[in-house]
């Protein structure tokens, strides 16, 4: 998998307008909030399924009503188109 050059990542990004690029990581996150814990951990649940059918597992956290999410590819060393589709599918999961 190769990373994203700087075209590639800013394209990217204009599709992802809630996601934000952690320069630092080469990554992109977002921060969901949900009306409580049993929202926020069933949108876990749906995110789970969704990485491990893509074998691209997220760096995540919770803390009752909010998740952050972080995507990158660390075989890759950086920010890949798979970590845009996961952010697309993961998208789609709040519409």
Do not use: C
């Amino acid at each position: 998998m190769e990373l994203l050059n700087e075209a590639e990542r800013a394209d990217a990004l204009d599709g992802l307008p809630d996601w934000d690029h952690d320069d630092a990581r080469d990554a992109i996150t977002r921060s969901f909030t949900f009306d409580n814990f049993s929202q926020a951990f069933a949108f876990m649940t749906q995110v789970a399924l969704l990485a491990e059918k893509a074998d691209h597992h997220p760096e995540w956290s919770n803390v009752w009503n909010r998740v952050d999410i972080l995507l990158t590819t660390h075989d890759a060393g950086g920010l890949s188109y798979r970590d845009i589709d996961m952010a697309q599918a993961i998208d789609a999961l709040v519409e």
